[in-house]
Antibody, heavy 120, light 112 residues
Framework: QVQLVQSGAEVKKPGASVKISCKAS????????MHWVRQAPGQGLEWMGIITPSGDDKWYAQKIQGRVTMMTDTSTSTVYMELSSLRSEDTAVYYC?????????????WGQGTLVTVSS | QSALTQPASVSGSPGQSITISCTGTSTDVGGYNYVSWYQQHPGKAPKLMVYDVSNRPSGVSSRFSGSKSGNTASLTISGLQAEDEADYYC????????????FGTGTKVTVL
């Protein structure tokens, strides 16, 4: 069965960086794009970006462009998302979400989420 | 535009049908048949309920159905059950180069 297992919760100070991992299993990693979505406490979902499985192509939301980097490791079927220059408003649960087959434009499987808390 | 518009809350009694709307523009909801709907229970990850406007993934109850008219998509839950109480979000692909995926503002469904 498809599983996306994310790394654990993080507490960071303003200005620091955080790197979250998302390890995929149960499917052919190189056949599916991966997205990152975040959700601030009590708020809605916010799309952050997409990366191809090879890592060659990425597309980031303009709001966080310049602070976000996504990458993949095909040898371990793992996707990473790094967010730098953290601010209090980056406090959120971060999800990786697989895009459906053949650029399907929907998210068919989600990771369990990683809580990132930014606090001095 | 940064989000699709959904009603903040919708409620219904067990067995009733409810409909959640999701309003966008001609560059997202109205321009593509790439509307999807997600159910999120508290503290849990979202779950795909409907994709490409009206298709259900395997394992999702037929009580959930989707449709679209112009710039507004809708999710209908028929035969409302207690376990349907959750937050629901719509998403659409968009022609925007700065934000190609829009989420809705979210709707809290309450089963009375």
């Amino acid at each position: 069965q498809v599983q996306l297992v994310q790394s654990g919760a993080e507490v960071k100070k303003p200005g620091a960086s955080v790197k979250i991992s998302c390890k995929a299993s149960g499917y052919t990693f190189i056949n599916y794009y991966m997205h990152w979505v975040r959700q601030a406490p009590g708020q809605g979902l916010e799309w952050m970006g997409i990366i191809t499985p090879s890592g060659d192509d990425k597309w980031y939301a303009q709001k966080i462009q310049g602070r976000v980097t996504m990458m993949t490791d095909t040898s371990t079927s793992t996707v990473y998302m790094e967010l730098s220059s953290l601010r209090s408003e980056d406090t959120a649960v971060y999800y990786c979400a697989r895009e459906g087959f053949s650029e399907a434009k929907h998210f068919d499987f989600w990771g369990q989420g990683t809580l990132v808390t930014v606090s001095s | 535009q940064s989000a699709l518009t959904q009603p903040a809350s919708v409620s219904g009694s067990p067995g009733q049908s409810i409909t959640i709307s999701c309003t966008g523009t001609s560059t997202d909801v109205g321009g593509y048949n790439y509307v999807s709907w997600y159910q999120q229970h508290p503290g849990k990850a979202p779950k795909l309920m409907v994709y490409d406007v009206s298709n259900r993934p395997s394992g999702v109850s037929s009580r959930f159905s989707g449709s679209k008219s112009g710039n507004t998509a809708s999710l209908t839950i028929s035969g409302l059950q207690a376990e349907d109480e959750a937050d629901y979000y719509c998403t659409s692909y968009s022609s925007s180069s700065t934000l190609p995926y829009f989420f809705g503002t979210g709707t809290k469904v309450t089963v009375l």
